[in-house]
């Protein structure tokens, strides 16, 4: 395959761009090409292949966040039918690790895009905003890996917590207030205290890094 | 036996002169060192030389595997991410007490909870058991152990012969040799702090029993040829604090204590280690348990506490981990040691895996086979950072504060920085499991719901 080994100035551009070293983005890519069967591009069909993936509940969200233009970093909206390397990386960047040479306002750009994905695996309508209906889609689909787990109580547990993130957003609300749903702002101040920049990464095993002894 | 007579006084001699040879030999280049913390420098030039055979060992493989066009196999042992294998519960728990300050008790469904299975899916994508086998790349360099080459058998007569060599030298030349010292280091060990407790408490016998287990150490170090390099040696502990290091072997402790001076914590073991540990509390107070006395937090906890406010006992040094881990990776801290309250001052030891893999499975190994799997081993490289002291902060409790130490550590070391309890067996997550996993967290999310509906 003519493309398959970067040339140094096209992965040093990636590298910046994406904040991985050299060395992950080969390993990426090897693990892109294995994806692929050797494409250019990966369609959905691809995910199939992943036999570990099968068990995930959220997996239909997972794998159709790769595709989802807005993670993607693309002006126009809706899902591209297939995705090349470069777009692989960019949605791996969402978990790659904080360096530690960060200031705040990098940290909190870096927090900020990692939520952003978050809210868009939970929007899938992309309108902006975290509907009930929307919300009730990914409890059930946590849910499902329980048989027995009738709809009604998966329904319940879905409005019991999103009114409990309306009472967090906006605070009492009166007897006729409807809450339209839940905002990429609202988002943000949920998931305060927990600092998911250190947690939402994927560490690579950096054979490289071993202190030289001598 | 009668054909050896006419030789016999010659063997005789020659095995007498040899051995005296050995033992001056011996005595003069790593003994008399060892005592007065001088280095000759030997082992340093021993491993730019190991370094240089097996630099050129490895481009023999390459070459004799091309010609032979066969592929190399480079064992990604651990794939190329870091996956741990939390349980569903704690990782949730952990991201939920770390969110809202939430009674944890009441779990019911959270934003957060998402974000464990969609980690888990990503991970999967980058990497599931399909990544761990080939690479047709280069090879990493061999050191000349078979134990930690697959290519073995598609090497070239040279190399073999090489090997061979290397054999020979390791165990009939290295293997006596480090069996002597370390011989002479325990003996020393143990006689000095004897005949050191018989004296009268004092600064005498502080600095004697001080200088005594420092020697010992020293001349376990080199029974071990282990070539240390220490950083920041500015920061090391100081009295009335704890020292805390991530943990790969029992050999940690010798390299620690080889440059400073340390109270040991643990419990008392029979046979050898016990005599060891009995005599070397005579010269001065370790902390050691007993067998049922470990179970009791409390106890440990208020020994602890009392050793460390006393200033003019030394730091204590303690594992946190409480188990070997295989030096990628740091795992969850027990927070028994960071309750205490006194200043920390963490410690991280990373090995070079080039000259022999110091990881102990005692899943694997027993103490002896890993012992002498260390003392046929070409060296033990290693190097050990000294970070600067940790102190917890007002408003943090005990499991943050050895968080943070943790990532401290890790990030010192270039270790990875694992959530995962080290107590936990280390088992490939089969496919019954997953699915109880999912059902794990709905049973979670669903049996509190229910509870709460019902109250």
Known sequence: ?214 | MFLLLPFDSLVVNLLGISITVLFTLLLVFIIVPAIFGVSFGIRKVYMKTLLKIFQWATLRIERGAKEKNHPLYKPYVNGIIAKDPTSLEEEIKEIRRSGSGKALDAPEFELSDIFYFCRKGIETIMDDEVTKRFSAEELESWNLLSRTNYNFQYISLRLTVLWGLGVLIRYCFLLPLRIALAFTGISLLVTGTTVVGYLPNGRCKDFLSKHVHLMCYRICVRALTAIITYHDRENRPRNGGICVANHTSPIDVIILASDGYYAMVGQIHGGLMGVIQRAMVKACPHVWFERSEVRDRHLVARRLTEHVQDKSKLPILIFPEGTCINNTSVMMFKKGSFEIGATVYPVAIKYDPQFGDAFWNSSKYGMVTYLLRMMTSWAIVCSVWYLPPMTRQPEEDAVQFANRVKSAIARQGGLVDLLWDGGLKREKVKDAFKEEQQKLYSKMIVGSHEDRSRS
């Open chain 1, 1 to 214: 395959m003519g493309s398959a080994h970067s040339v140094p100035a096209e992965m040093r551009e990636l590298a910046d761009r994406t904040g991985f070293t050299s060395e992950q983005i080969e390993h990426l890519h090897r693990r892109f090409k294995q994806l692929s069967q050797d494409q250019l591009t990966i369609r959905k069909e691809n995910f199939d292949s992943i036999p570990d993936l099968e068990f995930n509940p959220i997996r239909g969200k997972i794998v159709h966040a790769f595709f989802d233009k807005r993670n993607l970093r693309q002006e126009s909206d809706g899902l591209a039918d297939e995705i090349n390397f470069e777009d692989f990386l960019t949605i791996m960047s969402y978990f790659r690790p904080i360096e530690m040479n960060m200031d705040e306002e990098q940290l909190d750009r870096f927090r900020k895009e990692k939520l952003k994905f978050l809210f868009h695996m939970y929007d899938s309508d992309h309108d902006g905003k975290i509907t009930l209906q929307e919300y009730r889609n990914v409890v059930e689909e946590l849910l499902s890996g329980n048989p027995h787990l009738e709809k009604e109580s998966a329904r319940s547990i879905a409005d019991g917590a999103m009114m409990e993130a309306a009472s967090i957003c906006v605070g009492q609300m009166g007897p006729d207030q409807v809450y339209e749903g839940i905002t990429f702002e609202d988002f943000l101040k949920m998931w305060q205290g927990i600092d998911i920049e250190t947690k939402m990464h994927v560490r690579f095993l950096n054979v490289d890094t071993i202190a030289h002894c001598y």
